[in-house]
C-alpha cells in the first residue's frame, strides 16, 4: 500500500506553502531535429512545419539493432510495459509532492528535466494555465518527477531538488530553478554551460526559505542521487524518452504518432479536460 503524498496548494497561479498531506489514488543528449530527409516529409499545417516541441533521448546507443551485420538476427522490438506494471509505477507515493489538492480526481505527471528548454516553457505558460483553471478549483492535483538526461547538470539540478522536498520545499525550488535557467538560456546559455553549481543551489535554497546548511549537506553529499535514479528508471519502464512527458489519469498525452506531445499546451489542456469532463 503506497504511503501517502506531500501536498503544496496552488495560489493566484503560483504554488504555495506545503501543507498535512492526504491520501491520493499514482541518454545521451539529442535535440529533437528531424534529419533533412525527414523534414522533406513532414507534416504541413495551415501551410507551416511542424517543429517538435520536446527533447528527446536516444542516439545510436539507444538501438539494440543498430550496427547489425549481413545476416545477423535483429532483436525483437519491445512491447513496452503491461497496463498493470505502469499503474503501479505511476501510482503516487509518500515522496510525490502533490501541487492542489490530494482528493482531485485528475491526477497529471510531468516527467521533466531541469536543463530542457521546452520544460521551461512548459514551466512559464503552460503550469500557470493548469493552476488556474484546474488546480485552484480543486479538479486536478500536480506531480513532478525527473527525468534528467540532458546532461551533469541536470542530474545535479534534479537532485537538488529532491533535497527540497526533504524540506517540504519542492514546487518553491522547482519554480526557482526553471525562472533561474530561463534567464541562463536568454542569456545565450545552454546545457552544461556551468550554470548549475552548487552555490547557484544553495543560493536559491535561501531565497525559498529552507534551511541552507541541512540543504547543503544533502546536495553535497548526494543524500537523493538514488531516488533520482529511481525516477529515472520509473521513467524509462512507463515510455518516457523526452521531456517534457506528461500523464493525465495514468495515460501520456499522445500524438496521432505516438509520441509524447511536450509542452504543446493545447494537446495537455485538452486531454486534462477531457479527463475532468469524465470524473464529473
Not at 543528449?29 to 530527409?37: E, Q, T
Not at 525527473?146 to 541536470?154: C, D, I, K, Q, V
Not at 499522445?254 to 486531454?271: F, H, M, P, R, Y
Request: aromatic share 6%.
Amino acid at each position: 500500500m503506497n504511503e501517502e503524498p506531500n501536498v503544496e496548494m496552488a495560489d493566484s497561479g503560483a504554488p504555495a506553502t506545503p501543507v498535512a498531506a492526504t491520501p491520493a489514488a499514482a541518454s545521451p543528449k539529442k535535440d529533437r531535429i528531424l534529419p533533412v530527409s525527414i523534414l522533406v516529409a513532414a507534416v504541413m499545417v495551415s501551410g507551416a512545419l511542424v517543429f517538435a516541441t520536446l527533447y528527446k533521448g536516444g542516439g545510436a546507443s539507444n538501438n539494440a539493432n543498430a550496427g547489425l551485420a549481413n545476416g545477423e538476427t535483429a532483436l525483437a522490438p519491445s512491447t513496452g510495459p503491461s497496463a498493470t506494471t505502469t499503474a503501479a509505477l505511476l501510482a503516487l507515493t509518500s515522496r510525490d509532492a502533490v501541487l492542489g489538492s490530494a482528493n482531485a480526481p485528475v491526477t497529471v505527471i510531468e516527467y521533466g528535466d531541469y536543463q530542457c528548454p521546452f520544460c521551461a516553457q512548459y514551466f512559464a505558460t503552460l503550469q500557470p494555465q493548469l493552476i488556474q483553471q484546474y488546480i485552484n478549483t480543486g479538479e486536478v492535483k500536480m506531480v513532478f518527477r525527473n527525468f534528467p538526461f540532458l546532461g551533469t547538470e541536470s542530474t545535479a539540478a534534479a537532485e537538488a531538488a529532491e533535497c527540497a522536498e526533504d524540506q517540504n520545499k519542492l514546487w518553491a525550488y522547482h519554480d526557482a530553478l526553471y525562472n533561474a535557467k530561463l534567464g541562463d538560456d536568454q542569456a545565450g546559455g545552454g546545457e552544461d554551460d556551468g550554470f548549475y553549481t552548487a552555490a547557484l543551489f544553495t543560493s536559491l535554497a535561501g531565497k525559498v526559505g529552507m534551511n541552507t546548511t541541512t540543504f547543503a549537506n544533502c546536495v553535497n553529499g548526494n543524500t537523493d542521487a538514488n531516488l533520482v535514479t529511481q525516477d529515472k528508471a520509473n521513467a524509462t519502464a512507463v515510455g518516457v524518452d523526452s521531456t517534457p512527458t506528461t500523464f493525465v489519469n495514468g495515460v501520456m498525452v499522445t500524438d496521432s504518432s505516438g509520441e509524447s506531445v511536450g509542452d504543446n499546451q493545447t494537446a495537455v489542456l485538452a486531454a486534462i479536460a477531457s479527463a475532468v469532463a469524465a470524473a464529473k
